[in-house]
């Protein structure tokens, strides 16, 4: 299973982006998925979370900003993030639990994936 994320990029303050997560692979199901971000000299956060039922978290600094969606069909997440600000700038990360189907077509245990990464930088 890989996940690769795209979308990234630089916006001017108050401005928006929307991130995508894709995964790939033999997958039986997805459970949760989750978006992390990490600025410079900063620990990792996670900013979202989508329940397999669709219920959203976020973290406080995003709350009202930020919108996680999935898309099931597709296997995707995304991270639509509007009025952004300085303090935003980092390397977005997604994160999913992942069932893959064993060689018998049946769902393995759920396994944590990351993809690479993508840059967002904020700044006039």
């Known amino acids: 299973v890989q996940l690769v994320e795209s979308g990234g990029g630089l916006v001017q303050p108050g401005g928006s982006l929307k991130l995508s997560c894709v995964a790939s692979g033999s997958i039986f199901s997805i459970n949760n998925m989750h978006w992390h971000r990490q600025a410079p000299g900063k620990v990792r956060e996670i900013v979202a979370t989508?329940?397999?039922?669709?219920?959203?978290h976020y973290a406080a600094s995003v709350q009202g900003r930020f919108s996680i969606i999935r898309d099931d069909a597709r296997y995707t997440s995304y991270l639509q993030m509007n009025n952004l600000m300085y303090e935003d700038t980092a390397v977005y990360s997604c994160?999913?639990?992942?069932?893959?189907?064993?060689?018998?077509?049946?769902?393995?245990?759920?396994?944590?994936?990351w993809g690479q990464g993508t840059q967002v930088t904020v700044s006039s």
């Open positions: 994160s999913a639990i992942v069932s893959e189907r064993d060689s018998n077509n049946r769902p393995g245990p759920y396994k944590g994936y």
């Open positions: 989508i329940t397999s039922g669709g219920t959203a």
